[in-house]
């Protein structure tokens, strides 16, 4: 083994319960074991916006956007919420699960 490489110890994955996707192409979902998770537009900067369903465990109705700090409230689906989310071309937003 390289010096240069470290061995690891343990691993911290999100939890793939917590949230999902169901979207147009070009959105892409990054999750976090905290709780947090980013949903990111790849539409070019001239292109339309989009809406992403984002399909969370039920025990979370709401989602907080970490940096506006808007609550949006989510629909529920059987054991899942369901949350509707407009997306500018070439952003993102981060949000937290509550």
Avoid: W
């Amino acid at each position: 083994m390289s010096d240069s490489v470290l061995p690891v110890h343990g691993t911290h994955e999100p939890d793939p319960d917590l949230v999902r996707i169901e979207d147009p192409s070009q959105v892409g979902l990054f999750a976090y074991d905290n709780g947090k998770f980013i949903v990111e537009s790849f539409a070019a900067p001239c292109g339309n916006s989009v809406t992403a369903s984002v399909i969370a465990n039920k025990k979370f109705p709401r989602l907080a956007d970490v940096i506006s700090g808007q609550r949006i409230a989510g629909q529920p689906r059987g054991d899942q919420m369901v949350f509707d989310l407009t997306l500018a071309p070439a952003s993102y937003r981060v949000f937290s699960a509550e």
